[in-house]
């Protein structure tokens, strides 16, 4: 597809070449018919196709006039199609757009620790909300150009291509960023999309979607850390809505309410951090910051929901907790995320 701007370059490049045509047939039409030297016809060619209103170098011939008026029909015709080129490219936007690409290119190359989405249909709608919402910097993919969000001022930028494609993840800012999902409502797109934005950040947490059952293997294979199946999950959770309502509504509002006082984390143990080495008994999560301990995911990837007080913290594992804003962030202190 091409830009504004190859789109003008192409044209200037059309109008570059007809001009040295005019000038070449130009100088040889009045060597032939004229019998001048080389450096007369060329100097006659050019003053006569820039229109510049100097008089005949030598006298011409009949012949020789009409060549002339061909000459400067054929001049003004080509300036005046780059004259137009020019003026269109700036009169529609188009200049504009080419500046703001710019501009857009540079925001992206100062980007860090910040998230792709892949796939701006209703599901990568939603998690581009949720990321913009948690005021975290999100890239949004989509090579639907109408279907992009507009440009935001702080931390929403829109990248109209392929996700698939090495080029437009790098500049997408790929090796710097924290996470990335592939959200097309096509499995092979985003087993492409996940082998991909793989191969180019081994440390990157990629989160898929997938539309069959047969598609999480797939995209486990393919690199992606998380695979989420958006007909299985509403499947469950509305069963869970008939059999456990409240405690459906309670884990909704926790985890997405913007006004509730409490709040579910999850925070890594750093190394080096307070927490490292010490039993869950020891630690004294609670009476240090008030927050609370649901769960550990441990750094082998094991999920222990039932924490035993004599369990070892080791760096690499990731608490699930419950607190306020302030107590989680004086967990996060303690297990070495903040103020080291």
């Known amino acids: 597809m091409r830009t504004p701007r190859s789109r003008l370059t192409r044209r200037l490049l059309i109008v570059g070449i007809a001009f040295a045509i005019i000038l070449v047939a130009g100088t040889v039409g009045y060597i032939l018919l004229e019998d001048w030297s080389l450096f007369d016809a060329a100097y006659m060619t050019f003053i006569t196709v820039s229109t510049v209103g100097f008089g005949e170098v030598l006298p011409l011939s009949r012949g020789g006039r009409l060549f002339t008026i061909v000459l400067i029909v054929t001049g003004v015709g080509a300036a005046a199609y780059a004259f137009g080129s020019l003026t269109d490219y700036i009169v529609t936007g188009e200049l504009q757009g080419t500046i703001s690409a710019r501009r857009l290119r540079g925001r992206m190359d100062k980007l860090s620790n910040h998230y792709i989405v892949c796939g701006y249909g209703r599901v990568g709608q939603q998690v581009v909300q949720e990321l913009v919402n948690s005021n975290a910097p999100v890239v949004v993919i989509d090579r639907v150009l109408e279907r992009l969000p507009e440009q935001n001022a702080t931390n929403l930028l829109p990248l109209h291509g392929d996700a698939s494609d090495d080029d437009v993840l790098r500049l997408g800012g790929i090796e710097r960023a924290r996470g990335l999902v592939a959200a097309t409502d096509n499995d092979a797109d985003n087993v492409f999309i996940v082998l991909s934005a793989r191969s180019l950040n081994r440390d990157l947490v990629i989160v898929a979607r997938g539309l069959g059952a047969d598609a999480e293997p797939k995209l486990r294979k393919a690199g992606a850390n998380h695979v989420v199946l958006p007909n299985a999950i509403g499947g469950r959770r509305m069963a869970g809505m008939l059999l456990h309502p409240s405690v459906v509504d309670f884990l ?31 630690a004294q999560v609670r009476t240090a910051t008030g927050a609370t301990i649901l769960a550990i995911k441990t750094s082998g990837g094991k999920l222990l929901t039932a924490v035993s007080a004599d369990y070892i913290l080791q760096p690499g594992d990731i608490m699930v907790a419950l607190g306020t804003r302030q107590q989680l962030q004086a967990l996060e202190r303690l297990a070495g995320l903040v103020g080291t």
């Open 252 to 282: 909704d509002v926790v985890m997405h309410s913007e006004d509730l006082e409490l709040w579910l984390e999850d925070i890594a143990i750093a190394t080096g951090g307070a927490l490292a080495g010490l039993t869950v008994g020891s």
